[in-house]
């Protein structure tokens, strides 16, 4: 039985991937520097820091690691506030897990104070019983402890609760620490759905519109 859910955010509930593939060539765009396309890509298993980092060494940018991480915000938060839009079926299974008591948080790589924003707008934020951003927390998800923060957020244990994710390397870190996994199809990860598939309990190219079965026993 699900006694707790765990959501990534950027491409899993939202559609935000598109708008992070842009996010590092439209803040050196601000700066007066051009940048090779595909550069985006290069930053998908990263933290906000840890790109910041990295485009500041390849770009010998004479600012501060938060001063990048900032700027870079500053080029995705618009996009968070007005327009990006939840992934197809997101509500109303956040919705169905709601109405079943069953008690939900977000684990991402993002910032939180980008998070908010979009999920206040899209009348989802108070679903979530905590939120554990890298940006905010200093962690990544390569390691277990967000979401082990997390269950014990929700009362519940690993065997227990279930981690919604589109991205492999946290599939495998969640697994490992004995959750229960579902892959989330996305455009930015679609080379590595097989994968996905194969790693995660379930896999689905949207979300259903009831707690499947396999969830409830």
């Known amino acids: ?12 509930l939202l559609d935000t991937m598109p708008l992070w593939r842009e996010a590092a060539g439209k803040y050196l765009t601000t700066l007066g520097i051009e940048v090779e396309k595909g550069l985006g890509a290069q930053f998908f298993e ?19 690691v938060n001063e990048v991480v900032n700027g870079i915000k500053d080029a995705v938060y618009t ?12 509500r109303g299974f956040l919705e169905v897990l709601s109405e079943a008591g069953v008690p939900m ?25 905590q939120y554990f951003a890298s940006s905010e927390t200093g962690m990544h998800k390569r390691e277990p402890t967000m979401f082990l923060q997390a269950a ?18 946290a599939v495998r870190v969640a697994n490992a620490a004995g959750f229960h996994t579902v892959g989330i199809a996305d455009d930015a990860s679609l080379g590595e759905s097989d994968v996905l598939a194969r790693e995660a309990e379930a896999y689905w190219e949207e979300f259903p519109a009831a707690i499947p079965d396999f969830m409830l026993q």
């Open 1 to 12: 039985m699900i006694k707790g859910a765990i959501f990534d955010c950027d491409g899993t």
């Open 46 to 64: 990263m933290t906000l820091p840890e790109s910041a980092r990295l485009v500041r060494q390849r770009f010998g940018l004479d600012l501060t």
């Open 79 to 90: 996009g968070y506030l007005e327009d990006v839009q939840l992934k197809p079926g997101a």
């Open 105 to 129: 948080t977000v684990v991402s790589s993002g910032s939180e104070g980008l998070i908010r924003p979009a999920f206040r707008r899209l009348g989802i934020e108070e679903m979530f019983a």
């Open 152 to 169: 014990e957020a929700m009362g519940s244990v690993p065997e227990d609760a279930w981690v919604f994710e589109d991205a492999v390397y």
